[in-house]
Each structure stands twice: as structure tokens, then as C-alpha cells.
């Protein structure tokens, strides 16, 4: 079973960073990918960023440049630095991975489709 832990979430100001980490355990194939979603209160939803095993990253037109995905290679975790932070970033930040048979693109209009991790709220002030 696979399973994902997200932490390192937390209050900043405006143009401040964090950096979450997505721990995973459970895989049983080389090839991943990993996808990083957000919800802000009374809002859906949100994809954010993909990193797959092959070391492609591809990001949401509202994050890219201030976000950058990446895996800490010694200790397989998954990384999401997120730089120059605006209050629209404020939400419950989710890592998540596909089940087998289903892409991260699926993870967007279906959730079932997927592993999620808990979340880890991110905070941030004007």
C-alpha cells in the first residue's frame, strides 16, 4: 500500500518561503510521478505541480517561477520549494500519486484515481 505524508507547512508573510516535503513508501515500480494539488477554504481543488521519475516538472501557470519540484535523491523525498509566497497561495497543500493503470493527469478530475497524502496547511499573510 502506498502511502504520503506531506509536512513543513506553515504561516509566512507575503514574499516569504517554505519548502513542503512528500514522503513516500509503498512503491513498487521505478517509474512515478507525483503531484502536488492545493485547496483554499470554500474554493476546489487545485492542481500545483507534477514531478515524475524521469525528472520532468511541469507547473501551474499561478505558481510557475516562484515553485520548483524536485526529489531529495537520498532519501526519496519528494520536495516542493515555494518561493515569493502571496496570500493566494494560502490553502491545505496535498501530494498524491496515481494508482496502477491511472496517469497524474487523472488525479485531477478524479481523486479515487489516486494516493493522497494528509495535507499540510500553508498560511500566508498580507
Known amino acids: 500500500q502506498v502511502q504520503l505524508v506531506e509536512s513543513g507547512g506553515g504561516s509566512v508573510q507575503a514574499g516569504g518561503s517554505l519548502r513542503l516535503s512528500c514522503a513516500a513508501s509503498?512503491?513498487?515500480?521505478?517509474?512515478?510521478?507525483v503531484a502536488w494539488f492545493r485547496q483554499a477554504p470554500g474554493k476546489g481543488r487545485e492542481w500545483v505541480a507534477t514531478?515524475?521519475?524521469?525528472?520532468?516538472?511541469t507547473y501551474a501557470d499561478s505558481v510557475k517561477g516562484r515553485f520548483t519540484v524536485s526529489k531529495d535523491n537520498a532519501t526519496n523525498i519528494l520536495l516542493m520549494q515555494m518561493n515569493s509566497l502571496k496570500p493566494e497561495d494560502t490553502a491545505m497543500y496535498y501530494c498524491?500519486?496515481?494508482?496502477?493503470?491511472?496517469?497524474?493527469?487523472?488525479?485531477?478530475?478524479?481523486?479515487?484515481?489516486?494516493?493522497w497524502g494528509q495535507g499540510t496547511q500553508v498560511t500566508v499573510s498580507s
Open positions: 509503498g512503491y513498487t515500480s521505478s517509474r512515478y510521478c
Open positions: 514531478f515524475n521519475s524521469v525528472g520532468t516538472s
Open positions: 498524491a500519486t496515481p494508482k496502477p493503470i491511472f496517469s497524474c493527469a487523472s488525479l485531477s478530475t478524479n481523486a479515487g484515481t489516486g494516493y
